[in-house]
């Protein structure tokens, strides 16, 4: 099975004179072969869920998910 990696990104910002505050959000890609043998198209969405043991997670595809 392909490997992907977490990509994390950081950004601060000004909300008004008083401070600021810091955006964390994480991202990855999905292999292409997955994206096709499910037939994922612009849209889809990925739903995240815990698996069945501490290291594992599930993943639902909705397709059509923007509709």
Same mark, same amino acid.
């Given at each position: 099975?392909?490997?992907?990696?977490?990509q994390?990104?950081?950004?601060?910002?000004?909300?008004?004179e008083?401070?600021?505050? +810091?955006?964390?959000?994480?991202? +990855?890609?999905?292999?292409?072969?997955?994206?096709?043998?499910?037939?994922?198209?612009?849209?889809?969405?990925?739903?995240?869920?815990?698996g069945?043991?501490?290291?594992?997670?599930?993943?639902?595809?909705?397709?059509?998910?923007?509709?």
């Amino acid at each position: 099975m392909a490997k992907t990696k977490v990509q994390k990104t950081t950004s601060t910002l000004s909300e008004d004179e008083d401070g600021s505050r +810091t955006l964390v959000q994480y991202s +990855t890609s999905i292999p292409k072969a997955l994206a096709e043998f499910f037939e994922l198209e612009q849209g889809d969405e990925l739903e995240w869920s815990n698996g069945s043991a501490r290291n594992k997670m599930e993943v639902t595809i909705i397709h059509g998910g923007d509709e």
